[in-house]
Every structure is written in structure tokens, then in C-alpha cells.
């Protein structure tokens, strides 16, 4: 990638089920205060910013006008992206390329706990003239797809239950999550089905949470104090999401933005080129799908039979959310992808604790924003 | 080029049409709920209101008093140092008539919502209320105003617990002499 950009600063707060002692804004205020401190810059110095929020999330309309004040952004050029936070990662990458800045903060959080009715807000993304009349949980999308995802490629429940057990024991090392449990797959065979062939314990339950990351240019980057991680390429794309005549066994936008970043890190064969993976796991066939759609396996069986032999534990040859993931940390709406990044950080920095491994130099972090949508994006990092 | 315009081939179209059902729609009314978090600020904010007290926060670097209070200062971009009361008077900084209300009735008598800047608070720094118990031509710029609370047993630490702010009498001041805002 020309012109490189790295990421010298990250502040997370850990993921909640709730937050009632913290406003979003002192939320923000307490997680850019962090990633500053870490970056080794003072928000004085930052020229721009981005943030990833949903009004109907929020409950606000308009959110950019309630974001400025807490980043330190007053009177300084931002603007916030309707994405997930990977988007808002290759908006500053962007930014950062075209020479136009050279120092670019992004943000994005979750107070999902404030939002009482869920349902409505999937509902409401739902097309109102020919879907939403017929009245199913918006959450029976992802049952739809998983039921053809696993008759087309083989995949087994079995394998899937492998997925939501790796993930949340894995975060039982991360004190970062909301929801880590040691959990075998018979547990998860166990537990009740809510759209069929899904698993309740297959669904992320949402947290709460902010992360703020700070990304600057090469020359910025290599003059300042803190330890950078290189963003090697960016990817983001979307599919046809029409329920009536989507691709509901391949995630295409994660294939499109995957080949996209590859592209710009050059990237031929990331089951070698890449030691560590963040993918979306809001739903556990997710991962799977996603790990097919990036490239890592020349049969898309392979994902299942990869996850239940434990190839994708830490321990394994390619560890796939060693962070927990969203089954294990929370889904936490736009800030999910952070989350991701985040670890990524910590792992390549060799900070991440109880759960470093020892050799990841390159990986990627991969998000998707939920049914209905087929939108995704992707980011490659590396330690050097 | 005549001075017609060109005629659309298509289905002209009347309220009435729509009223008969020529046309089909779709409605849908969203039941979406929240309830957000107040944090540190605000909390503590709509506690003391729930006391018939304003309360504000200083930074020791810009020595702004601010209110509605907040954690962090803006301009400095730290935190904010420590609690301050303020009054619950204050002078009219900006205020509009409006003869529409926010369902988009006719009103005769006018809501005056306002900027009142607060007493004890940093010039330039107001919270945003209404005037009540004034004569709409009377209003002006720089308008001496104390604020009428609910009675204590009703309030609920809500900005409804004060019900609005009332012109002082005799201190109204001439337009324009209001302080300028740093
Ligand atoms: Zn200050």
C-alpha cells in the first residue's frame, strides 16, 4: 500500500451488558483520553475525525452533531459514517493517503442497553412494503441463511456449536468481555433452538462499549513515541441484499472487500499469509461463512471441519477470535469491528496478555452489519 | 419553444384519488423505545433540579463555569474540576415568538422558548427554557428572568421541574446590553 498508514493509539473500554454510570459522551471522553495518552498526541494535534454510529441506534437524529465536544473535535473537520467502525478505519486510511491530514481519529460505540426495543430497529431495516407486512423476528433471516449455508456446504450443526465454544471459553482470557463462559459444543447442542436450524447460544447478545483509535501517516507515525501497527490494506463492499434473490450461501461482500484489501497488502494466500484472524461471529455459522469468503479454504467444508478439529484455537495453526469474538466479548453494534481492530493491536504490539500468541505479525479483522444486510468490510494489519 | 409546458404521458392524481383507495400504501408505525443513560453530569444535574437547585461544573483552565454541567471540557479538552451551584436567575440571551407549535397548530398566545444565561455560570453559558408569565411584545434581549419551579412533591428531576422563567420585575434590562460571549 502506497503512502502507509498506521494505527499508534487505541482506547476500549471492556464490553458490558450495561453501562448506567457513564453517558455516551463520557463514554467517548474516557476512551479518546485513552487512545491519546497511548497515540502519545494531544487531541490538539488530531485534524480529523470519524465516527461510526446509527441514529436509530443512538435515538438521535443527525448523530454528528452530539459527537464533536467529547473527542476534542470542536471546530475541526469530522463526520460520522452509518457503518460499522472497519468502515471507518479505511475513511481514514483514505483521508490519510490523499494527503489531505496526516493524524485521524476514529470512533465508534454501543449503548445497546439503552435501546429497550431491539426488535423494532431490525424490523425497521426491514423493506416496509413486501417484508415487513409479514411479521417474523428479522433474526429468522439469519436462520434462513444458516439452513441453506449448512445444506449447500456440508457444514454440521455439530460444527457450528464448535464455533460459540471456542469463542466464549477463548474469552474467559479477555478481560475485555462481557460474556465469557467455559462452554463445550454439547452445551450448545443443548440449548434451545430460536430460528431454526439457530441455536440461541449461536446469537451474540449485545454490550455496551466505546473504542477510539488513532491513526496517522508514516512520517507521524514513525516520529512518534508509541509502538504502531501498520495497516497493509483496506477492503469494504456490499452485495444485493434482496431476500428474494440474494446469495445466501456465499457472503460475497466479504469476498469483495477481502480481494480488496489483499490487493493492497498483496496478499496471495492468507491461510499463509495472515497468523491471525478477527471475523464476525454475531451469529456462529458467520464465522465460518466469513472465514470461506476470505480465502482460507479451497472447500468451503473445510471451515467446520477446521473449527472442530481445533485448528482455529489459539493453540491452533490459524486462531480465529482468540478475543471471543461477538459470541464471547458482546455484539457492540458499530463498535464491533473496533473491537476487533483492537485486538489485533494488542496482539501485534504483544500486549494482549494471558492471550498473546507468540508469532502473529500479520492479520485481519473482518465485519459484517447484521441481518438484513450484506455489508462488510475488512482490514489487514501488520507489526511491521 | 411555446410558453405550454410538454404534456406527461401518466395518471393525474387527486387527494380524493388517494382518499378512495386508488392507489395503494403502506403504513407502518415503529414502536421504538429507549431509555438512555444519564451519566455522571446529567445525572447529578437532574438530581439537583429534582431539589429546585442548578448546578454547574468548573474547569481550572479556562475557569469556565459550565452549565448544563459536563464531565469534560471542550475547549481544553480535559476533565472538568469541580461542582458549583448557580443561581436559578438569569438574563434572556436569544428567545423566539413561536406562533407555531411543534405540531404545527395556529397558536394565538405565542411559546417563547430562550436561552437564559445563568447567574454564576461563565457569560455566553445558558440553558435553554421557556418564558412564561410575560407579555410577548415585552420580551427583549437582556431581560432579567428567575426561574418558577414545580412544587417539590411533583417534581420528577426532569428540565419540566422548572415550568418556566418569568421576567423580574423592574430589571428588565435595554436590548443588547446583555454580556457577549467569550
Ligand atoms: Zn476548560
Redesign the interface.
Known amino acids: 500500500m502506497p503512502n502507509r498508514v498506521a494505527i499508534i493509539g487505541v482506547g476500549c473500554t471492556p464490553a458490558q451488558p450495561t ?8 463514554l467517548m ?1 474516557q476512551e479518546a483520553e485513552r487512545a491519546y495518552l497511548d497515540a502519545g498526541i ?3 494535534e488530531v485534524e480529523s475525525f470519524v465516527t461510526c454510529a446509527e441514529d ?1 441506534n443512538e ?1 438521535l437524529s443527525i448523530f454528528d452533531e452530539y459527537t ?3 473527542l ?1 473535535a ?1 471546530q475541526k473537520p469530522m463526520h460520522t459514517l452509518t457503518q460499522d467502525g472497519l468502515h471507518g478505519i479505511a475513511d481514514a486510511v483514505m483521508q490519510i493517503q490523499s494527503g489531505l491530514v496526516e493524524l485521524v481519529v476514529v470512533e465508534a460505540h454501543s ?1 445497546a ?5 431491539p426488535e ?2 431490525l ?2 431495516a426491514v423493506d ?2 413486501w417484508n ?2 409479514l411479521g417474523f423476528n428479522p433474526h429468522a433471516i439469519a436462520g434462513l441463511e444458516m439452513n441453506v449455508f449448512l445444506h449447500e456446504t456440508g457444514i454440521t450443526p455439530d460444527q457450528c456449536a464448535h464455533v460459540t465454544a471456542k469463542n466464549r471459553t477463548n474469552a474467559l482470557r479477555n478481560p475485555l468481555a462481557a460474556y465469557p463462559a467455559r462452554t463445550a459444543p454439547g452445551d450448545v447442542a443443548d440449548s434451545p433452538y430460536a430460528f431454526y436450524p439457530l441455536r440461541e447460544t449461536e446469537m451474540a447478545r449485545t454490550a455496551d462499549g466505546c473504542v477510539v483509535v488513532v491513526l496517522a501517516s508514516d512520517d507521524r507515525a514513525r516520529a512518534g513515541k508509541s509502538q504502531p501497527v501498520w495497516v497493509r490494506g483496506v477492503g469494504f463492499a456490499n452485495d444485493s441484499s434482496t431476500l428474494e434473490s440474494r446469495d445466501w450461501i456465499r457472503a460475497e461482500y466479504c469476498r469483495v472487500a477481502a480481494q480488496m484489501a489483499y490487493r493492497q497488502a498483496g496478499i496471495h494466500n492468507p491461510g499463509r499469509d495472515i497468523h491471525l484472524f478477527e471475523v464476525d461471529d454475531t451469529y456462529a455459522y458467520k464465522e465460518l461463512q466469513h472465514l470461506v469468503a476470505l480465502g482460507l479454504y479451497s472447500r468451503p467444508g473445510d471451515a467446520g471441519r477446521a473449527v472442530a478439529s481445533g485448528v482455529t484455537k489459539p493453540n491452533g495453526e490459524t486462531p480465529v477470535n482468540v478475543s471471543g469474538g461477538a459470541l464471547g466479548m458482546g455484539l457492540t453494534l458499530e463498535a464491533t469491528g473496533l473491537y476487533r481492530v483492537a485486538e489485533l493491536v494488542a496482539q501485534l504490539r504483544k500486549q494482549a496478555g494471558a492471550r498473546q500468541l507468540p508469532h502473529a505479525k500479520v492479520a485481519l479483522a473482518q465485519s459484517w452489519r447484521g441481518v438484513p444486510t450484506t455489508s462488510g468490510a475488512v482490514v489487514v494489519l501488520s507489526s511491521e | 419553444m411555446s410558453g405550454e409546458p410538454r404534456t406527461v404521458r401518466g395518471t393525474p392524481l387527486e387527494l380524493a384519488d388517494l382518499k378512495k383507495g386508488k392507489v395503494f400504501t403502506t403504513a407502518y408505525v415503529p414502536k421504538i423505545q429507549y431509555a438512555w443513560d444519564t451519566g455522571v453530569a446529567i445525572g447529578r444535574y437532574l438530581e439537583e433540579l429534582k431539589n429546585g437547585r442548578l448546578i454547574a461544573r468548573r474547569c481550572q483552565r479556562c475557569q469556565r463555569t459550565m452549565v448544563p454541567p459536563r464531565m469534560f471540557c471542550e475547549r481544553c479538552f480535559r476533565s472538568t474540576d469541580e461542582w458549583v451551584y448557580v443561581q436559578d436567575t438569569g438574563t434572556v440571551n436569544t428567545f423566539s415568538l413561536c406562533y407555531v407549535s411543534w405540531d404545527v397548530r395556529r397558536l394565538k398566545t405565542p411559546e417563547i422558548p430562550a436561552v437564559i444565561e445563568i447567574d454564576g455560570a461563565s457569560p455566553g453559558m445558558g440553558i435553554m427554557h421557556v418564558l412564561g408569565k410575560v407579555n410577548p411584545k415585552q420580551v427583549r434581549v437582556g431581560m432579567r428572568v428567575r426561574a418558577v419551579w414545580k412544587p417539590p412533591p411533583q417534581r420528577t428531576g426532569s428540565i419540566t421541574d422548572i415550568l418556566y422563567f418569568a421576567p423580574i420585575k423592574g430589571k428588565t434590562t435595554k436590548v443588547g446590553t446583555a454580556k457577549k460571549p467569550r
Open positions: 453501562t448506567p454510570y457513564l453517558s455516551f459522551k463520557e471522553f494531544e487531541a490538539s436509530l435515538g464533536p465536544d467529547q476534542g470542536v449503548k442497553s439503552n435501546i429497550l426495543t423494532w430497529i424490523d425497521y416496509p412494503v415487513r407486512p
